[in-house]
């Protein structure tokens, strides 16, 4: 039976690379080695239904999803778009970054909005790294350095599930030989969470005090723990106390953070205070931060957006050269002003992880949806465009949390279009309408 | 009712129907609260009956949940559909919405829950 080694898996940050899968008349019937997060991925197209066909509305959000050809989805899409004032593309993260690269083209040539899923995600890690920077380092030399390892505001049970047996606290490294023994974890975050069992500290803050604790641990770190009141963001000073004196004991620290530090109040302060305390610690020791991405290519896109146009994301092509400001220029600031005529979305799913108030002005414009599998996105589009499962039905570069890039494997054959070529035939249709001529 | 902060995040079971948001597995897996036991308790609610959770910006009807080690301040809606009726759109000026720490209220309620099609119906204006 066919085993295909080293399969990276596309589903989160942690881009694990060593999966088995067993094909047999190209179809997946196991995946070896992969979480239950992996595995619904990767075996996704035969465990469930997906889009089959190219589907427009003919006559408006209320009409049916009529099924058609690629050619008249294609050619919907881009009348879309050309004919919009203030078209918006969103999401292509759980793409490749080839497609990326094309989804880039596009709102360029449209005058689009650009902007990825990190947006309701580590966006404002992005802005706290413009303001701060991030120290970081790869999840290999984490792996083999790191001594104490701090889930703030993350969950990796449930959201990086192998992160912890292949890159943090249960691997063993070269310098932590014994895994788990050699190492120290601390979990902070409100809830006593399934990562937190495990956890020789679990600092359970008051929700939205996060901003307060990485402020407590600065003023201990430079001595100043006598200006600290007894209770600190809910937690005895004590608790407290105790994770400064791990942070100052270790040889080599890791902060891996979450939505909680990017999600609640604080939102990118938080982040960038993540990074003075690093600075802070790194005085005297070592210490890192890397940020949980969860769509497994969020960081790819964050790449491919700076080399093309200077920005990670909440780009604005509109003005003919590009422009960022996030408050503003984010998917969410531009749908809840109601400012955005025309949405395309790609491997991401803006329908079932934005605010009512956004997706209630998604169901007022034309929008045009990606995607290998129907979703609450599909509830409003007017055109619905199926595509191939990078990373399993065509290969592609992708990058991992810690912006190493990892080439993803083709596993079986389809008849489906890629992102990447559905994006090239729409902006070769976009071309022709504005009269410029084929790609 | 109680007052409660609304905390959405993943869950291994929602992320493992990502990409079957039709489905009933999708919607176990995403459209329920978690309490603390002694909230439960003070609402008079058994597991599975339904409550209405409300913020500022929406209410939702989910089947309640417990979570032994979640404290009293908190209520949890695993990230999607029925956590997004109800959190903070505002981004704060830095592109983000609030999908964690919204001020919420929770009471009983005889109110059926609305699967993803019907909740996404509301949204049209
Ligand atoms: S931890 Fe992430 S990348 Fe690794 S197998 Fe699980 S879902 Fe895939």
């Known amino acids: ?439 | 009712m109680i007052g409660t902060i609304l905390i959405s995040a993943r869950t291994i079971d929602q992320g493992a129907t990502l990409e079957e948001k039709t489905s009933q597995a999708y919607f176990d897996a995403a459209a329920y609260c978690e309490l603390s036991e002694s909230n439960l308790k003070a609402l008079g609610v058994s597991i599975d009956q339904n409550v209405k959770v409300a913020t500022a910006h929406g209410t939702v009807v989910v089947p309640a949940k417990i979570d032994a080690r979640l404290p009293d301040d908190i209520v949890f809606i695993p990230m999607g559909p029925w956590a997004n009726a109800i959190v903070d759109p505002d981004t704060c000026g830095c592109g983000m919405p609030g999908f964690k720490g919204v001020p919420a209220t929770v009471e009983p309620t005889t109110d059926p829950v609305l699967n993803m099609k019907e909740l996404m119906a509301t949204y049209k204006e």
């Open chain 1, 1 to 439: 039976m066919p085993v295909i080694k080293d399969v990276v898996c596309t589903f989160c940050g942690c881009l694990c690379d060593d999966l088995e899968v067993t094909v047999e008349d190209n179809k997946i019937t196991k995946v070896g080695k992969a979480c239950k997060l992996g595995r619904a991925k990767t075996m996704g197209m035969f465990l469930h239904e997906r889009i089959e066909k190219p589907m427009i509305r003919k006559n408006g959000k209320d009409s049916e999803l009529e099924e058609c050809s690629y050619d008249e989805a294609i050619t919907k899409a881009a009348e879309i778009l050309v004919a919009a004032k203030r078209p918006i593309s969103y999401g292509w993260c759980s793409t490749s970054c080839e497609a990326i690269e094309k989804a880039v083209v596009l709102a360029e040539e449209t005058g689009s909005l650009f902007d990825s899923t990190a947006n309701v995600c580590h966006g404002p890690s992005a802005l706290a790294t413009q303001e701060k920077g991030a120290p970081s380092c790869s999840l290999g030399t984490a792996k083999n350095y790191a001594d104490l390892i701090i889930f703030w505001g993350c969950n990796p049970v449930h959201a990086h599930p192998r992160h912890q047996t292949r890159y943090s606290t249960m691997a063993k490294g070269a310098f932590t030989p014994n895994g788990k023994k050699d190492k120290k974890m601390v979990v902070v975050d409100p809830r006593n969470t399934d990562t937190a069992k495990k956890a020789d500290l679990l600092l359970q803050l008051k929700p939205g005090t996060d901003y307060v604790l990485i402020e407590a641990l600065r003023a201990i770190v430079n001595g100043h723990e006598d200006v600290l009141p007894d209770e600190i963001a809910g937690l005895p000073k004590a608790k407290v106390l105790e994770l400064a004196e791990m942070c100052k004991a270790s040889k080599f620290g890791i902060i891996y953070f979450g939505m909680g530090i990017t999600q609640t109040r604080g939102r990118y302060k938080s982040g960038d205070n993540v990074s003075s305390l690093l600075s802070d610690l790194n005085q005297t020791n070592k210490f890192v931060m890397i940020g949980m991405r969860g769509h497994y290519n969020v960081t790819g896109f964050g790449q491919v957006a700076a080399w093309e146009a200077g920005f990670p994301m909440a780009i604005d092509f509109s003005r003919g050269s590009a422009y960022y400001n996030p408050g503003e220029t984010g998917t969410n600031d531009v749908l809840m002003r109601r400012e955005v005529d025309a949405f395309i979305t790609g491997a991401a799913d803006p329908g079932a992880h934005f605010p009512q108030e956004s997706i209630k002005h998604l169901y007022k414009i034309p929008a045009i949806q990606v995607d290998g599998y129907a979703n609450p996105t599909t509830e409003f589009s007017d055109v619905v465009i199926p595509a191939a499962i990078a990373g399993v039905e065509c290969d592609g570069t992708a990058y991992r949390m810690d912006g190493q890039p990892i080439r993803m494997k083709k596993l079986i054959e389809t008849t489906f279009k890629t992102d990447e070529e559905i994006l090239t035939e729409i902006i070769a249709k976009v071309r022709e309408l504005k009269g410029k001529g084929g790609a």
